[in-house]
């Protein structure tokens, strides 16, 4: 009796996860390819960044903002120290005086955290489009001038654009690579099929004037991680699902560095998880609760086969199921990101996938993370 209600729990959450894959995927393949046509350039444009202990990133940045194809003289790039404890002011002071450049702002925030140092970053803005990056981060030379034309071609409330790791060493890294994947094409493909869920900060935009109007309505604001998410979440509420676009535009993707190693890993993944907690929307609360259902039930039927064996092959045909489901949106946006190689990891990912998710879903309930050198948050 006990074997016959988990097959069919198993069966009945792989069929759930086929159905929410179904309307994700087919959001992605919704989007349609934007081409840039590179408009007249008057938008002026204020990057914010918020930086803590980045004394090994920040020149790398700064350098790739100032070879932006965009006029200079309508860019401002302010950056927000979140009270570092490296050379991370002092390098960007140096850069600044070598290269005599005089729109940099560089602002010690009064609060703590991500949140706080853009509210900050905002306030001090001039610009009508607010692009947000991570100071480990690296784009294109037309990355701006692409987002400012999809900007005022469609004139969304706010934008989110593609975000890879880049660099991948080892088999570890390039898991790593393609979890990232499976995420930020998660998110690509909800906004395609008009249920915004969740984008990356480091490739985001937004009108000025949304933000001051809604910001201080924000939720989320208990949790360390989401300054990204619930603010992707409050201006769909208020705006409308309509408001809230994905750039599926190859020339938009910011390259970040994968974690180091798998504890760094889990950290991350499991301050992200972390603020699932804070989510309202049915979508974004349906989504991961599926995710983890029937990943813990893949996790749970290898675990009954060292017990009895043949629970390891029901284990190995959903694995392959799942594989086949996921294969469409992975490979497609795989393509997309110019991630080819990454593909021949992608069967092997699945063995392990269930295991790391049940993981990071326990840990995110009750574990507080270390982020930047901050102990004990939630």
Not at 217 to 227: I, L, M, N, Q
Not at 296 to 313: D, E, I, K
Request: with cysteine; charged share 20%.
């Amino acid at each position: 009796m006990a074997i016959s209600i988990f097959i069919w729990g198993l069966t009945l959450s792989a069929c759930a996860y086929l159905l929410m894959m179904g309307i994700i995927t087919s959001g992605w393949f919704r989007l349609k390819n934007f081409e840039s046509r590179t408009h007249q350039a008057e938008t002026r444009v204020s990057l914010v960044i918020a930086m803590r202990n980045e004394e090994d990133n920040i020149l790398h940045l700064l350098q790739h903002l100032y070879r932006q194809d965009y006029p200079q003289h309508l860019i401002e790039v302010i950056l927000v120290d979140d009270h570092s404890e490296d050379q991370t002011k002092n390098l960007v002071g140096r850069f600044r005086k070598e290269n005599n450049i005089r729109n940099i702002i560089l602002e010690k925030m009064p609060g703590t955290g991500k949140k706080a140092a853009i509210t900050q970053g905002v306030k001090l803005a001039s610009g009508e489009l607010i692009i947000t990056t991570d100071a480990d981060c690296e784009m294109a030379s037309n990355w701006i001038t692409r987002i400012i034309d999809y900007y005022r071609e469609f004139n969304p409330k706010l934008m989110l654009g593609p975000v890879v790791y880049h660099r991948e060493k080892g088999l570890f890294q390039k898991f790593f690579s393609i979890d990232f994947i499976g995420l930020v094409a998660t998110g690509a493909g909800s906004l395609g099929s008009g249920r915004p869920m969740m984008g990356n900060g480091a490739n985001m935009a937004f009108n000025r004037k949304v933000f001051e109007e809604i910001n201080s309505t924000v939720p989320g604001k208990e949790f360390a991680s989401g300054d990204d998410v619930f603010l992707i979440h409050m201006v769909a509420k208020r705006f409308g699902m309509d408001s809230v676009h994905f750039i599926k535009d190859a020339g938009t993707i910011v390259k970040t560095m994968s974690p180091d190693n798998i504890f760094t890993f889990f950290s991350q993944r499991i301050r992200w998880a972390s603020k699932a907690k804070g989510y309202r929307t049915s979508w974004s609360v349906m989504v991961p609760v599926i995710v983890a259902l029937f990943n813990l039930m893949l996790a749970a039927s290898f675990v009954a086969g060292v017990f009895t064996s043949w629970f390891l092959l029901i284990f190995l045909l959903y694995i392959l199921l799942k594989f086949l489901i996921d294969l469409p949106l992975l490979f497609d946006f795989m393509g997309f990101a110019d991630k080819r190689r990454l593909r021949l990891y992608a069967l092997p990912f699945q063995f392990v996938y269930p295991f790391y998710i049940v993981i990071a879903a326990f840990l995110s309930l009750f574990v507080r993370y270390q982020w930047k050198g901050r102990r004990g948050l939630r």
